[in-house]
């Protein structure tokens, strides 16, 4: 018998030299809707773009990536 699953959805953004992994908020939204929703917590995201998705440890990564460039 198969059976089906849905896969975890894990957003991954950069702070500080950090990886921060954040939960999904609603697994109906699309993933453009969550960067619109975190954008409200992290200034930074308000300029980012989304990666391809990436499948690792059972779970769907989203990579937010910043497009600021830095200064000096």
């Known amino acids: 018998m198969l059976l089906a699953t849905q896969l975890?959805?894990?957003?991954?953004?950069?702070?500080?030299?950090?990886?921060v992994e954040l939960s999904?908020?609603?697994?109906?939204?699309?993933?453009?809707?969550v960067l619109n929703?975190?954008?409200n917590l992290y200034a930074i995201l308000t300029t980012a773009k989304i990666s391809p998705a990436d499948i690792r440890d059972d779970a769907v990564q989203y990579r937010f990536e910043s497009v600021m460039g830095t200064k000096g």
Request: hydrophobic content about 25%; proline content about 12%.
């Open 37 to 39: 929703h975190y954008s």
């Open 24 to 33: 999904d908020p609603d697994p109906t939204l699309s993933p453009q809707a």
């Open 8 to 19: 975890k959805r894990v957003f991954l953004m950069e702070e500080k030299g950090q990886t």
